[in-house]
Nanobody, 121 residues
Framework: QVQLVESGGGLVQAGGSLRLSCAASGSIFRITTVGWYRQAPGKQRELVAAASSGGRTNYADSVKGRFTISRDNAKNTVYLQMNSLKPEDTAVYYC???????????????WGQGTQVTVSS
């Protein structure tokens, strides 16, 4: 089983950037799809971006062109580079594993504590 820990959140002004990190333990990380998810107050958790073990990616329409997911399998880490941040990006961000890109909206693991991202206007 892959265990994932998120970090890198913070407070940033609209238009700014942040890079989130998801550090994984477990030897199967290299063959696991990993997704970034977020949950804003009063809203359901949603898939933001996902990356397969082979490097294919997909994104929610709301973040396309602004967010980039990448992975460094040597470091067992997945990143989410967030540029041109908007107040509506404010949420707790989580990472989790999935069977495939196609099933990234049905993550497999338990949820960690996440990392808070707050974008001020």
């Amino acid at each position: 089983q892959v265990q994932l820990v998120e970090s890198g959140g913070g407070l940033v002004q609209a238009g700014g950037s942040l890079r989130l990190s998801c550090a994984a333990s477990g030897s199967i990380f290299r063959i696991t799809t990993v997704g970034w998810y977020r949950q804003a107050p009063g809203k359901q958790r949603e898939l933001v971006a996902a990356a397969s073990s082979g490097g294919r990616t997909n994104y929610a329409d709301s973040v396309k062109g602004r967010f980039t997911i990448s992975r460094d399998n040597a470091k067992n880490t997945v990143y989410l580079q967030m540029n041109s941040l908007k107040p509506e990006d404010t949420a707790v961000y989580y990472c989790n594993s999935a069977l495939s890109l196609g099933s990234a909206n049905r993550p497999l693991g338990s949820w960690g504590q996440g990392t808070q991202v707050t974008v001020s206007s």
